[in-house]
Structures are given as structure tokens and as C-alpha cells.
């Protein structure tokens, strides 16, 4: 996968965080094409139509609802999705759990832009090598 | 509807998982917001980087390090919140280990015969965590005594520890601006986890007692 392909999906109910992960996306990865969804309700809808091997940057909570939940069946649907789950705080069962349904990743939202940058780096950086395998 | 009204007071249990939900509730609920104020806060001052009013000390800039300084302190208290949490769920592996499998190269101070034959019944982890936070990495000497049913080691703190004496979580939880994020922090997660398998920690000065429960049969 070159870099000009890459498709971003941002799925977080907090519209202001996601308004700012936009923005250092653009710093991070000039090239790639994001889409941003902050209504909860129709989750598994929209990403039914997630461009093909998008990266899903998708909050751990949704409207009150684990999304870890969501994980299982979205992969199931669409294989080729790579998910990582951002959470404000997130507990080591939490993110074993959110590894063991198939997330690429599960971390803690970063306090400093440039603890963004890095993390989305590094996310991009996996969700290459694991659409490259 | 029932004729019987719900219990008014739940369950000890029902209690605790609620106030565990609760404490995990308000160290994530309460970050979202500050994320939103501390990145905010980033992004303006980048976007007004090489302007003279964001830098030293024109009035932006002044608001700009105040909004930093009030972030960062809040991020560190409810990082402790979340550390305190975390602590309270972590997973547990109580077995009788040897003591001196405990202790590593740390030199032992003690007139117990037969240390080497000494069983406690622990989750090793938090315990050499407790003693890896308090004496680092070189050999430290620790003092071993012998009570009813337990293995009191004295350990020296080679870091300097804040004055405080009893419990670091007491300590903790009666402020959290001064203690969160220090040593202090660190302790009360251990005092948690080590309190949830019978280990009872308290600080005298600069020494941490730790009463280690003995195994069944263990020497005497």
C-alpha cells in the first residue's frame, strides 16, 4: 500500500477530540483521505462502507457503549479494517481485551499534540505493516 | 410492581464494585474535557507561534502557560486516580513462595534460623515492586523479624520518602496536589495490592514495614 492510499476513519462522540485528531492528521499524514463520524447511532452502518483497508481510529466509548463490543463483528464483516481503540483512560483488562477481539492497538488518548503526532505515527506505521502481510 | 421495597443498603460487595466503577468513571470521565482544554490550548499557541503576544510575557502568552501549568496538573492527579484504580483490579497470583526468592541480592539482617527455609504466602510481584521502588537496584540490608503468622521485613529507603508516617494512601488521598505522581503515588499502589492478599505496609520515617503473612508449615 503506497501512502497516497491511505484512508483514516475517525469514529469518536466527542466531537471536539475528533475535530483535533483531524487537525494533527494533517501534520502526520498530509496524504491520506479522512473521513470523521462523531454520531454514535449508526456505527456499524457507516463502517459497513469504510473504504477498503481503511484504519478506524475509534473511541473506546460510544454514546456510553463499549465499543470494544463492536470490534468482533466489524472484523468479522470487513477483515481488511484495521481498528485502533483510543481511549481517555483505559485499563490493562480493557486493553487486553480490545488486543484479543483483533484491534490493531489500544492506547491512551495522549495529553500533547505532540504525543499525538507520535501515536498516530506509530499507528499508521502498524496498520501498514499489517495491510503489507 | 413488587411489594417490597429495593434493599436500601446493597451489599458490601454491591458497594465496593460500584464505588470501583466509580473511581474508574471519574479518572476517564474527567480527563475527556481536560484533553479538550490542554490541546486546545497547544494548538493556539501554535498557531500563533512568532507573534509577540503569545510569547513571554504578553498577556496570551501568560494565559497560555497558566492553561498549561492547570492542565498538567490535573492530568497528574488524575493519573493517580486511575493508578489508584488499576491497582484495585490488577490481577492476583498468591502462592508460598521462599522468602528469599523475594528479597533477590538484598542482604538479609536477621537472627531467624533457617531463612533460606522461609515460605510466605504472597503474590511475589507487588513485593519486589515494593522493593525494587523503595532500595533501586543495588543491594540494600534488610531487617527480617519473626511475629505471629507473619515475616516482618524492614526495608530502608534509599530515595528520600516525604515526611510522612503510616499510610501512603491515607497520605495520598488527603492531597492529592501534593502527592500525586510522586513516590507516594507509587507506594499507595502497592499498599492496595499488597493489602488485597493480608500484607500490611506502614512508613516510619525513612524504613517501610511490611508484615508478610507465613505459609502453612513454614519454619519457624
Redesign the interface.
Known amino acids: 500500500m503506497s501512502q497516497g492510499t491511505v484512508s483514516i476513519v475517525i469514529i469518536d462522540d466527542?466531537v471536539?477530540?475528533a475535530i483535533?485528531i483531524r487537525?494533527v492528521l494533517v501534520d502526520v499524514a498530509p496524504y491520506a483521505a479522512v473521513d470523521v463520524m462523531t454520531d454514535p447511532r449508526k456505527v456499524e452502518e457507516r463502517l459497513a462502507e469504510a473504504p477498503i483497508h481503511a484504519l478506524l481510529l475509534m473511541d473506546r466509548?460510544l454514546a456510553g457503549r463499549q465499543s470494544i463490543e463492536l470490534i468482533p463483528a466489524l472484523l468479522c464483516a470487513r477483515p481488511d479494517l484495521s481498528i485502533a481503540l483510543l481511549?481517555?483512560?483505559l485499563?490493562?483488562?480493557d486493553r487486553d481485551r480490545a488486543l484479543a477481539t483483533g484491534a490493531l492497538a489500544a492506547v491512551e488518548?495522549p495529553?500533547?499534540?505532540d504525543g499525538?503526532r507520535v501515536l498516530l505515527r506509530d499507528l499508521l506505521g502498524l496498520h501498514r505493516a499489517r495491510s503489507v502481510a | 410492581m413488587t411489594s417490597s421495597p429495593p434493599s436500601v443498603t446493597p451489599a458490601l460487595e454491591t458497594t465496593e464494585e460500584i464505588l470501583e466503577a466509580f473511581l474508574f468513571s471519574v479518572s476517564h470521565d474527567l480527563r475527556f474535557p481536560l484533553l479538550t482544554l490542554s490541546l486546545s490550548g497547544e494548538l493556539i499557541r501554535e498557531s500563533m507561534r512568532d507573534t509577540p503576544e503569545a510569547a513571554g510575557s504578553g498577556s496570551t502568552g501568560v494565559a497560555l502557560d497558566a492553561l498549561k501549568q492547570g492542565a498538567e496538573d490535573l492530568e497528574r492527579m488524575l493519573k493517580a486516580l486511575a493508578t489508584v484504580s488499576r491497582a484495585r483490579r490488577r490481577q492476583q497470583d498468591v502462592k508460598n513462595v521462599p522468602l528469599r526468592m523475594l528479597l533477590g541480592g538484598h542482604v538479609v539482617l536477621s537472627d531467624v534460623a533457617d531463612v533460606d527455609k522461609l515460605l510466605v504466602s504472597v503474590d511475589p510481584t507487588p513485593v519486589r515492586e515494593l522493593i525494587d521502588c523503595l532500595c533501586g537496584e543495588d543491594p540494600a540490608e534488610l531487617q527480617l523479624t519473626l511475629t505471629d503468622g507473619h515475616a516482618l521485613l524492614r526495608i530502608p529507603a534509599r530515595a528520600a520518602l516525604p515526611e510522612l508516617d503510616g499510610s501512603p494512601l491515607i497520605e495520598l488521598a488527603r492531597s492529592l496536589t501534593v502527592h500525586a505522581g510522586t513516590v507516594v503515588e507509587e507506594l499507595a499502589s502497592l499498599q492496595i495490592q499488597l493489602a488485597r492478599h493480608a500484607v500490611a505496609l506502614e512508613i516510619d520515617q525513612q524504613t517501610v514495614s511490611v508484615w508478610l503473612p507465613r505459609a502453612a508449615g513454614s519454619a519457624r
Request: proline content about 0%; overall charge negative; aromatic content about 6%.
Open positions: 466527542e471536539d477530540h483535533i487537525r466509548l481511549s481517555a483512560a485499563s490493562e483488562e488518548k495529553a500533547t499534540l499525538w
